[in-house]
């Protein structure tokens, strides 16, 4: 099929593993491609709006996601990459997730994965990022319509993303990726591009699929999956349609322990962020001051009875010889248990030949287990004035006869708020001959010793098990069709998201187990003997509901469209919309929560609730301007209360002088108002990573000094003082076929975002990266009399300008064979440039590609390339294919211990699957996700950022490994 507008050719969206039948014409398109690609250097790219070939047989007009205005789907002038229902089961994804992570228009930056939201607090959601923009710029729609964000636990770009795991893969018809900015069309919030989620409708029959899988190296990581769809009546017959889809899905956990390549304690990499809240527990020696004075123990010395026979929970440490370390990933799920329960109702009633009522509700369960390490106990963790646990110590220090009444005398001891676990030498456990040697006795006798300050981990009560449990549901009617040449579209739509969580196991209440843990009836180096006592430690733990969240979207929409007249160079088309919505947010936590007693948990959150009205409209406007030459120009407007209001611009053109090559271009502007999470998150409390240096405090690196390895404590939340960030994008590229079934797309992008919105403001590792970024944002960080930290401001904040550009590039060949088809398919994104600039310094840009990202809260790397390749041979009922995915390496984050700077590896892997009809109504397909059980690289830097998890960059890393699946579908 050519590139023309012939009526008689038009289609429905392509097969994506089919190239275009472009006539052929190869020199000249081949040099102004490769010209058009070089001026495109700094540009924005776009990635073929057809990923596809078009069936053979005539078809209706459609709308193409990035243009309200129907016509047929042959090359627009925005990029807009399809993936079939095919192209979906031939990646052997069960879910959303796993399908979107490796296309390369896609980042592990600002994307988030549940394993990296294990300790968050923010719940458990899965969301997508675009460019490496983040997933709250990336705008996600199904069936072209809004869905609630996610909202589960607070702030965050989680807060203000929509859950992708909540939409079923076995309901898709196709998935339309529009990579290049949509803010006229769909919303100004479409910075980054958007995921159109197509569902399918107009169903007749009955599809069955189940699916069984597992990694060969086992520990954990089986799926089981289930689905079914059905539907009866023909809309074009009938007059009616009813569809029902239902589908279950299972992962199974992989912690930590169950896999080599996980780990923060990597020496042979000059790498140590393990941590120092551990068991054996480390002590916290007052040194040469008050009335103990050993010169060999400088002030501020930890160290522990145990070290040296750490184990088994804990570490014997090269780098800290004296204490114990502690490192979290074996006892973290890599994997978290995940179960979702899906359904989806869809029904249409015909009123006539032109025009229907449609209607879909649907209901998505995801309930996700996690699973992290016991919960620190010690000194540095803050509690709230009023909690009765700072009256209960300051009532000992106070007492004659307590046992910490002449440690409160003789030496400086921890603040009673401050959450300590003091040891009395009255323990059955008190470590006498490690006292004597640190000069912590006056005498041969425990009673001659003061009591010891200690750094615990709380392996009484054991690990942290978290349940959440996402209910997202989805009502909308709505009427379409056309009346006297006018296309309309009018719904009304409900979409929340509400989320609970519980905790499930070993979260202490800080008022009942301090003050028994100071009896020191509970051993912190070792077994307990009394059995009675782990019992009463367990019943002083928080089990229940912590925390619930809603978040909801009400909307009432409309879109009208017709073909105005005709020119001698085509139609003149326009577009008119407009939408009214309700966003609302309520955060609900327990009352533990809010009065911060909760060990674990961040600290304290207050109950928030938060709604605002937008009103939007646009217009767009479709006319050849001279021959061959098309305009689409648009133009919405939005107002969002209590913040303000924006009119936005859009325009495209797309040239094809020949039906074998096309030219296109856009620019635009964009206006993301900050959510209501960015907004009114509540406040709350974290701590650094494991291993976060103060180099103020320790300018020179020293294991025995607490600020040379240690975890802060952090201040989160939303800021209702936040501005909306503004942005212009850009696009210019070219689609050709040199030669019969040779297909080129290359299309170069440019993003410039400026008062961007920093979920979590300014990092800590940014802050404290060095004495002078330290000095320089001193304003975020509080200290005490003496220097030390007690807490870094990381609440929501505008903070920079950015410039992002790279190239998409898709080549597609079709082979027709004596016996059988080959297709081949090579697609990859390549940046020019991710800079940012930082308020503090501006007009100077760091250029962030292939370099760990430090100047907001995301996590991730965005890599110069990343490609997939594809070989797929069918044969009548037989297809095999083989698919590579590559991500170039990038620099890691400088050695912990060693300040060696090094590369993590490139990272290949290859997915097999063959598919074989078995009749009409039956098909097998098996497969093998990373076909040579190729480990993740080594990375430092996810090891150094705020995720317990260490090792490799989970955002990207598949911690399976090599992954046997098998699938049976059934259709009649």
């Not at 989680?158 to 006229?184: H, N, Q, T, Y």
């Not at 401050?418 to 004597?436: H, I, K, Q, V």
Request: net charge negative; glycine share 10%.
């Amino acid at each position: 099929m050519c590139l023309t507008h012939d009526k008689r050719q038009r289609s429905r969206r392509r097969d994506a593993t089919k190239g275009y039948r472009m006539n052929t014409s190869k020199a000249v398109a081949y040099a102004v491609s490769l010209a058009i690609a070089a001026a495109a250097a700094p540009a924005l790219a776009a990635d073929n709006a057809a990923d596809a070939t078009a069936s053979t047989s005539e078809l209706q007009e459609v709308v193409v996601t990035g243009t309200s205005i129907k016509g047929v789907n042959a090359e627009t002038s925005l990029p807009v990459q399809v993936l079939s229902s095919e192209d979906v089961a031939r990646t052997g994804a069960t879910n959303i997730q796993q399908l979107l992570s490796n296309l390369p228009a896609t980042s592990s930056l600002g994307a988030i994965t549940p394993a990296e939201a294990t300790g968050a607090g923010t719940g458990a959601i899965a969301t997508i990022s675009l460019r490496g923009l983040g997933s709250d710029r990336t705008l996600v729609l199904i069936n072209g319509q809004r869905s609630s964000v996610y909202g589960g636990g607070g702030g965050g770009a989680g807060g203000s993303s929509v859950d992708i795991s909540s939409i079923p893969i076995a309901a898709l018809e196709r998935v339309e990726i529009l990579k290049d900015g949509a803010s006229a069309i769909y919303g100004s919030d479409a910075i980054a591009g958007v995921v159109n989620f197509i569902l399918k409708s107009d169903y007749q029959g009955f599809t069955a699929t189940v699916y069984g899988g597992t990694p060969t190296m086992g520990g954990g990581g089986s799926e089981e999956m289930a689905s079914i769809f059905t539907g009866i009546g023909d809309i074009k017959s009938d007059g009616w349609n009813i569809n029902l889809g239902v589908n279950y899905d299972h992962v199974g956990q992989i912690l930590g322990d169950r896999r080599s390549f996980a780990g923060r304690y990597q020496p042979q990499y000059g790498n140590d962020v393990t941590s120092s809240f551990a068991f054996p527990a480390n002590v916290q020696v007052p040194g040469s001051h008050g009335t103990f004075v050993n010169a060999d123990f400088p002030k501020g010395t930890t160290a522990s009875p145990g070290a040296g026979a750490c184990g088994p929970d804990s570490l014997n440490d090269v780098n800290f010889p004296t204490q114990c370390r502690f490192d979290n990933t074996g006892f973290d799920d890599l994997e978290p248990d995940v179960t979702k329960l899906g359904f989806m109702l869809q029904a249409d009633l015909a009123l006539n030949d032109t025009n229907k009522l449609y209607s879909l509700a649907s209901f998505a369960q995801v309930r996700t287990i996690t699973q992290v390490q016991p919960v620190p106990l010690s000194y540095g963790n803050p509690l709230l004035a009023g909690n009765p646990y700072i009256a209960y110590l300051q009532n000992q220090y106070n007492t004659p006869g307590s046992p910490f009444y002449q440690y409160n005398l003789i030496n400086p001891s921890p603040a009673p708020g401050t959450g300590a676990f003091l040891l009395p030498n009255t323990s059955p456990y008190y470590p006498l001959a490690f006292s004597e040697s640190h000069g912590l006795c006056t005498g041969a006798a425990a009673s001659s010793c003061q009591p010891l300050n200690l750094i615990y981990r709380d392996f009484a009560d054991g690990d942290r098990v978290t349940e959440d449990v996402a209910n997202t549901t989805r009502l909308v009617g709505g009427i379409k069709g056309n009346v006297s040449g006018f296309d309309y579209d009018a719904y009304l739509l409900f979409s929340s998201s509400a989320v609970y969580e519980d905790l499930d196991h070993g979260f202490a209440l800080y008022s009942l187990i301090m003050p028994l843990l100071d009896q020191g009836n509970i051993n912190p180096f070792g077994p307990t003997t009394d059995q009675s006592q782990i019992a009463a430690a367990q019943q002083d733990t928080f089990l229940g509901q912590d925390f619930r969240s809603r978040t909801s979207l009400s909307s009432g929409n409309f879109t009208v469209s017709r073909e105005l007249f005709q020119t001698a160079w085509g139609p003149v088309a326009a577009a008119l919309g407009g939408e009214v919505r309700r966003e609302t947010y309520d955060y609900v936590p327990a009352l533990a929560i809010q009065t911060g007693n909760i060990a674990g948990e961040g600290g304290n959150a207050l109950p928030v609730y938060a709604t605002r009205d937008v009103e939007s409209a646009y217009f767009e406007f479709n006319t050849p301007i001279l021959p061959d030459l098309i305009l689409d120009a648009a133009v919405r407007y939005d107002n969002y209360q209590r913040i303000g209001d924006s009119v936005n611009p859009k325009g495209s053109l797309k040239w094809q002088p020949t039906d074998w090559f096309l030219l296109r271009g856009s620019a635009g502007t964009g206006f993301r108002a900050p959510s209501l999470t960015d907004l009114y998150a509540p406040q709350t409390r974290s701590v650094t990573g494991n291993g976060t240096r103060d180099p103020i405090q320790c300018a020179v690196f020293s294991a025995s000094n607490p600020a040379c390895s240690f975890q802060f404590t952090t201040i989160l939340g939303g800021n209702p003082n936040l501005t909306p960030e503004k942005s212009n994008q850009y696009s210019l590229g070219t689609v050709f076929q040199p030669i019969k079934n040779f297909t080129i797309d290359l299309d170069s992008w440019w993003i410039f975002i400026r008062n961007t919105i920093v979920d979590g403001g300014l990092p800590y590792t940014t802050i404290l990266a060095n004495a002078t970024t330290a000095t320089e944002f001193a304003d975020l960080v509080t200290r005490d009399a003496n220097g030390n930290i007690v807490s870094i401001s990381q609440q929501n904040s505008n903070l920079f300008k950015s410039a992002v550009s790279g190239l998409d590039m898709d080549f597609k060949y079709l082979f027709d064979l004596p016996v059988g088809r080959l297709t081949a398919d090579y697609n990859g994104t390549y940046y020019y440039k991710f800079a940012v600039e930082l308020v503090t310094n501006q007009g100077d840009y760091t250029n962030f590609i292939d370099q760990p990202y430090t100047v907001s809260g995301s996590i991730g790397v965005v890599t110069r390339y990343r490609s997939n390749a594809l070989l797929d041979y069918s044969l009548s009922d037989f297809d095999v294919s083989l698919i590579q995915h590559y991500q170039k390496r990038y620099h890691d984050a400088p050695s912990s211990i060693t300040g060696v700077s090094r590369f993590v590896g490139d990272y290949t892997t290859y997915d097999l699957q063959g598919s074989y009809r078995l009749d009409k109504n039956t098909s097998f397909t098996l497969g093998v996700i990373n076909l040579f059980n190729t480990p993740p690289p080594y990375a430092n830097y996810a090891a150094s950022a705020n995720n317990f998890i260490g090792g490799y960059d989970i955002n990207y890393g598949d911690p399976r490994g090599e992954f046997v699946y098998a699938r049976v579908t059934w259709k009649f």
